[in-house]
């Protein structure tokens, strides 16, 4: 019994199958939500429910794109995501390579700091951040939440960013410092470009946090001018009507940039998050 269980759990098959269960489980709702997207109305309050559209239908989307505030929340989300994204990087490369290449007393610690703000749960920073963003007058700006999301995503940046620059030939950095290059331009004309494959692997992982991201949002944003589109989703849900179409086709709707921005980096991602993990 048990060498046939052995068999059975080496055999590449069993491996596939394992994870084409696990695709299965995960892609069922994103598939039930595309689907809902091209229901009509009424098909989506009908019970029991229909898992494919009768009379597959684009007016969801005619909505969500044409009859909604959806394309101001979008741009929103955008300002929010791209800003935050260039923050956080411009300041993690230097400060990563700054850990990871002058050495000091207390460096492990300034270094566990960093993740250790990551310790506590967000939620339950809400208060004292509210209060601090109240008193500096950045309640419903963009600016509170690029802050907010700065300080959510730069301390894994930075861990992430170090483990690329640790594992960097210290002699291409001399060699350019010997041809006339100042510490600083070394860093900015050989390590950034050879780094930027981890790099870029950051920067998307850090736009998509912040894409995605919802606590803050709804909690220091109250005007539609400046809600990105997680909040934004909000305006289909009503006191007597959930409008289950234009929700779905609002998540389609922002979900598919993504995606797409995804599938193409995918390479990139994957190379950057493996190349500080092997020692040059």
Same mark, same amino acid.
């Given at each position: 019994m048990r060498h046939a269980l052995d068999r059975i759990l080496s055999d590449p098959r069993t491996a596939y199958l394992l994870l084409s269960l696990m695709l299965i489980i995960m892609l069922s709702p994103i598939v039930f939500t595309a689907f809902t997207s @091209?229901? %009509?109305? &009424? &098909?989506?309050?009908?019970?029991?429910? /229909?898992?494919?559209p009768e009379t597959p239908t684009l007016g969801a989307y005619k909505e969500v794109i044409f009859e909604s505030p959806m394309p101001r929340h979008l741009t929103n989300s955008l300002i929010i995501a791209v800003g935050t994204t260039i923050l956080v990087m411009v300041g993690s490369i230097f400060t990563a390579w700054g850990l990871s290449r002058y050495r000091y007393k207390g460096a492990g610690l300034v270094l566990f700091t960093f993740i250790a703000t990551r310790i506590m749960p967000p939620i339950s920073l809400l208060v004292p951040f509210y209060i601090i963003m109240s008193r500096l007058h950045l309640i419903n700006t963009y600016g509170a939440l690029i802050i907010l999301n700065t300080f959510l995503c730069y301390p894994l940046a930075v861990w992430m960013i170090k483990s690329f620059f640790d594992t960097f030939p210290q002699e291409l950095v001399d060699s350019a410092i010997v041809d006339g290059c100042s510490r600083t331009g070394a860093f900015l004309r050989i390590v950034v470009p050879v780094? $930027?494959?981890? *790099?870029s692997a950051v920067a998307i992982i850090t736009f998509l946090w912040t894409w995605? &991201?919802?606590?803050?949002? *709804? *909690? @220091?944003?109250?005007t539609r001018e400046v809600q990105?589109?997680?909040?934004? $989703?909000?305006?289909?849900?009503?006191? &007597?009507?959930?409008?289950?179409?234009? *929700?779905?086709?609002?998540?389609? @709707? /922002? $979900?598919?940039?993504? #995606?797409? @921005?995804?599938?193409?980096?995918?390479?990139?991602?994957?190379?950057? #998050? %493996?190349?500080?993990?092997?020692?040059?």
């Amino acid at each position: 019994m048990r060498h046939a269980l052995d068999r059975i759990l080496s055999d590449p098959r069993t491996a596939y199958l394992l994870l084409s269960l696990m695709l299965i489980i995960m892609l069922s709702p994103i598939v039930f939500t595309a689907f809902t997207s @091209f229901k %009509t109305r &009424e &098909e989506t309050f009908r019970f029991p429910p /229909t898992y494919y559209p009768e009379t597959p239908t684009l007016g969801a989307y005619k909505e969500v794109i044409f009859e909604s505030p959806m394309p101001r929340h979008l741009t929103n989300s955008l300002i929010i995501a791209v800003g935050t994204t260039i923050l956080v990087m411009v300041g993690s490369i230097f400060t990563a390579w700054g850990l990871s290449r002058y050495r000091y007393k207390g460096a492990g610690l300034v270094l566990f700091t960093f993740i250790a703000t990551r310790i506590m749960p967000p939620i339950s920073l809400l208060v004292p951040f509210y209060i601090i963003m109240s008193r500096l007058h950045l309640i419903n700006t963009y600016g509170a939440l690029i802050i907010l999301n700065t300080f959510l995503c730069y301390p894994l940046a930075v861990w992430m960013i170090k483990s690329f620059f640790d594992t960097f030939p210290q002699e291409l950095v001399d060699s350019a410092i010997v041809d006339g290059c100042s510490r600083t331009g070394a860093f900015l004309r050989i390590v950034v470009p050879v780094s $930027a494959v981890g *790099i870029s692997a950051v920067a998307i992982i850090t736009f998509l946090w912040t894409w995605n &991201e919802f606590l803050f949002a *709804i *909690i @220091f944003t109250n005007t539609r001018e400046v809600q990105p589109i997680t909040v934004g $989703a909000h305006y289909f849900v009503g006191d &007597e009507l959930v409008q289950w179409d234009s *929700i779905a086709a609002t998540a389609m @709707f /922002t $979900a598919v940039p993504g #995606l797409l @921005f995804f599938s193409i980096a995918q390479r990139a991602i994957v190379r950057g #998050l %493996t190349a500080g993990a092997v020692k040059g």
